[in-house]
């Protein structure tokens, strides 16, 4: 009994001494896409009031892809997001602007909506939310400035950051208007996603999580020009080379699975310190938690919302 009394004791020691804590939070997306499912989200958000989580964040797809693009919706899903009673971080999805050329959301300019959403959920430095979180955004720099969706933040010995990955193939194939943003905004993605890494990298980071929209298709995509080819490479570099848990958060395919799905180049092995959590989408309205313990040798716990019990 002395053993594991004494690693209890080594690792609480341990957590104590490099500043790290305990502390949860939620993720969903793909939601809310059809009128009947707002009053669900709504009493998704404002119950994470009991929930004891430090944040949320949504992974984008706020409607569905035949719901119109228009200013009225977005404003709306603004005022709903900014009723949480918790910060609440946004990340863009396909259905609000890359797929927003389509006649049934309204022919837009996706380029114009883009701006549209970065004016309008992404005005400062700080988080959506009746409390607010502190952002560091890419468009802080000179070679970035309009990328500011993508943020990256620092809480309990963990590096969480934002890209702007979409789903419909992240925005490559449909023409050479749209290529061109596909190569610029992942030079973007790619840039931050490194600058990610190099502070997860430090002795005071315990691990990392990426947030971004799309299903990155692990296995490949056949048939067409492949627009995740790129940020696929990347994460799987990053996690072989941090050595530290890496935590893939998206939506897109509307079904909740968690696993494992990178392995290493050169051995074949599974790369067991990254995890990829898809979470769930309309029609289903629910939340996953994630709880955060660095006394856990995975960091990462990962539940249903409805039915995993708050930490104590």
Same mark, same amino acid.
């Given at each position: 009994?002395?053993?594991? !009394?004494?690693?209890?004791?080594?690792?609480?020691?341990?957590?104590?001494?490099?500043?790290?804590?305990?502390?949860?939070?939620?993720?969903?997306?793909?939601?809310?896409?059809?009128?009947?499912?707002? =009053?669900?989200?709504?009493?998704?958000?404002?119950?994470?009031?009991?929930?004891?989580?430090?944040?949320?964040?949504?992974?984008?797809?706020?409607?569905?892809?035949?719901?119109?693009?228009?200013?009225?919706? @977005?404003?709306?899903?603004?005022?709903?997001? #900014?009723?949480? %009673?918790?910060?609440?971080?946004?990340?863009?999805?396909?259905?609000?602007?890359?797929?927003?050329?389509? /006649?049934?959301?309204?022919?837009?300019? %996706?380029?114009?909506?883009?701006? *549209?959403?970065?004016?309008?959920?992404?005005?400062?430095?700080?988080?959506?939310?009746?409390?607010? !979180?502190?952002?560091?955004?890419?468009?802080?720099?000179? +070679?970035? $400035?309009?990328?500011?969706?993508?943020?990256?933040? !620092?809480?309990?010995?963990?590096?969480?950051?934002?890209?702007?990955? =979409?789903?419909?193939?992240?925005?490559?194939?449909?023409?050479?208007?749209?290529?061109?943003?596909?190569? /610029?905004?992942?030079?973007?993605?790619?840039?931050?996603?490194?600058?990610?890494?190099?502070?997860?990298?430090?002795?005071?980071?315990?691990?990392?999580? &990426? @947030?971004?929209?799309? #299903?990155?298709?692990?296995?490949?995509?056949?048939?067409? &020009?492949?627009?995740?080819?790129?940020?696929?490479?990347?994460?799987?570099?990053?996690?072989?080379?941090?050595? *530290?848990?890496?935590?893939? &958060?998206?939506?897109?395919?509307? +079904?909740?699975?968690?696993?494992? %799905?990178?392995?290493?180049?050169?051995?074949?092995?599974?790369?067991?310190?990254?995890? +990829?959590?898809?979470?769930?989408?309309?029609?289903?309205?629910?939340? &996953?938690?994630?709880?955060?313990?660095?006394?856990?040798? +995975?960091?990462?716990?990962?539940?249903?919302?409805? $039915?995993?019990? %708050?930490? =104590?």
């Amino acid at each position: 009994m002395r053993r594991p !009394l004494a690693a209890v004791a080594l690792a609480a020691l341990v957590t104590a001494a490099s500043g790290a804590e305990r502390f949860s939070f939620a993720v969903f997306g793909d939601t809310p896409y059809f009128a009947f499912d707002e =009053p669900a989200v709504v009493r998704l958000i404002d119950g994470l009031a009991d929930a004891r989580v430090r944040f949320v964040v949504h992974v984008g797809d706020f409607k569905a892809a035949a719901a119109p693009c228009s200013d009225e919706l @977005f404003a709306e899903r603004r005022r709903m997001f #900014d009723a949480s %009673p918790v910060p609440f971080v946004f990340v863009p999805g396909d259905n609000e602007w890359a797929d927003c050329h389509r /006649a049934f959301a309204g022919s837009h300019d %996706p380029l114009e909506r883009l701006a *549209k959403l970065r004016e309008l959920f992404y005005p400062d430095d700080q988080s959506l939310g009746r409390q607010k !979180l502190r952002l560091a955004r890419q468009s802080a720099d000179a +070679r970035f $400035t309009a990328y500011r969706e993508n943020a990256r933040w !620092l809480m309990g010995g963990v590096v969480f950051v934002t890209l702007n990955v =979409p789903g419909s193939n992240n925005n490559l194939g449909r023409n050479a208007a749209m290529d061109a943003e596909h190569a /610029a905004r992942m030079a973007a993605n790619l840039d931050w996603l490194d600058a990610a890494v190099r502070r997860a990298a430090a002795r005071d980071v315990r691990g990392l999580v &990426v @947030f971004a929209h799309a #299903d990155p298709a692990f296995g490949g995509r056949e048939g067409r &020009v492949d627009g995740y080819v790129r940020f696929r490479g990347a994460l799987q570099i990053h996690a072989a080379g941090l050595a *530290k848990p890496v935590l893939l &958060v998206h939506g897109d395919g509307h +079904r909740y699975r968690i696993d494992q %799905p990178l392995r290493d180049r050169v051995t074949g092995r599974r790369l067991e310190k990254f995890t +990829r959590l898809e979470v769930f989408g309309a029609p289903e309205v629910d939340w &996953v938690r994630i709880d955060v313990d660095p006394a856990n040798p +995975r960091l990462f716990s990962i539940g249903r919302g409805t $039915t995993a019990p %708050p930490p =104590p």
